[in-house]
């Protein structure tokens, strides 16, 4: 089993994996003592003390920190499009926390006060065929709808291979296959009746439009401006701003797009934009002030540095929801 030299600074498991540092933007399932728990990162995953094993690049993985310094893992099983490296974690993620410190107060706040929670926060790069079919089914969604319907692409239209597990053998699905979809004339009704309303059709014809040389199609969007990617995507049926750029940041590797969503807005207007108007429906004008803002404080980076504000943002209003659950079973109590 591979040891790989990468620090709890550079990646930290439980916060990438489990915390929502992509909310609405990459999905998967944890099982603990077959009790499904909701969650967004990339992979399809157990979680079980601190042992991480799912999908991600067309393997079953099973990963977990050896200690501060090092990680160590195994690929279980490659599905047939398994090629390249295993692990890929080349941008060092420290030399950036350090930028964003030195040039954000309110960054520098949250680490300071919440290091072990926030360190080593990255933003995992992904296939952006995938990212396409996901982020349609995460738009004006919530996480267990989206987790079902990822889970469900997977199940009908993956490969999937048995892994030998310490409670019985595992089926594992690889993530949704192109032809297979396109090859089912009902794939529309099919995903109407598993739930995904509307975002059938959009899975549907997006599966059509990327049928001949998808993949090609988007690599060629990865090369160029992050300008000509937003219009090309956006003429695929299900596709809009802010999925367009959640399609960029994890799929086509353009690091500093920042896609926003009502934290990033909160965060902003809070934080960097107070004239910022609070709107559901941001004018395209707003969206471009918004990035602008985000690339001046963290660089070329900037979508990373989202992401970690974005965790703290998420646990803020965790513990401000459970603190307001707290309370009102408090006054529930009569005297």
């Known amino acids: 089993m591979p040891l790989l030299k990468c620090s709890k600074e550079e990646l930290n498991l439980g916060a990438v994996l489990l915390s929502g540092q992509s909310f609405s933007f990459n999905l998967f399932i944890t099982i603990m003592n077959d009790r499904k728990l909701h969650i967004i990162a990339c992979v399809f995953c157990i979680f079980v003390n601190d042992v991480f094993c799912g999908v991600a690049k067309h393997r079953v993985w099973k990963i977990w920190r050896e200690n501060d310094e090092y990680l160590r893992y195994e690929v279980l099983a490659k599905f047939s499009k398994a090629s390249g490296s295993d692990l890929d974690l080349n941008i060092e993620l420290v030399p950036l926390y350090k930028f964003w410190v030195e040039n954000d107060k309110y960054f520098a706040h949250l680490l300071e006060n919440h290091r072990t929670k926030l360190e080593g926060i990255r933003v995992l790069g992904q ?13 004006n969604n919530h996480i267990r709808r989206i987790t079902n319907m990822v889970e469900t692409l997977c199940e009908l239209y993956g490969e999937s291979t048995s892994v030998p597990c310490s409670n019985g053998i595992k089926t594992f699905y690889d993530f949704a296959d192109l032809k297979r979809m396109t090859g089912d004339p009902a794939l529309e009704a099919v995903l ?21 040389n998808g993949e090609q199609f988007l690599e060629n969007l990865s090369k160029g401006t992050y300008e000509k990617a937003v219009e090309e995507l956006q003429q695929i049926r299900g596709i809009g701003a802010k999925v367009a750029d959640c399609i960029c940041l994890m799929g086509l590797r353009m690091h500093s797009v920042v896609p926003i969503d009502t934290h990033t807005l909160q965060i902003t207007a809070e934080n960097y934009l107070k004239t910022l108007p609070q709107r559901k429906f941001l004018l395209g004008k707003h969206r471009q002030q918004i990035a602008a803002v985000w690339r001046e404080k963290f660089g070329p980076y900037a979508g990373w540095a989202q992401a970690v504000l974005f965790a703290a943002h998420l646990r803020q209003m965790n513990i401000r929801q459970s603190a307001k659950k707290r309370l009102s079973k408090i006054k529930a109590v009569k005297p």
């Open 127 to 139: 296939d952006p065929l995938e990212t396409v079919f996901v982020f349609i089914c995460s738009a």
């Open 192 to 212: 109407r009746v598993r739930g995904f309303g509307y975002r059938a059709l959009n899975v549907a014809l997006a599966s059509k439009a990327l049928k001949n």
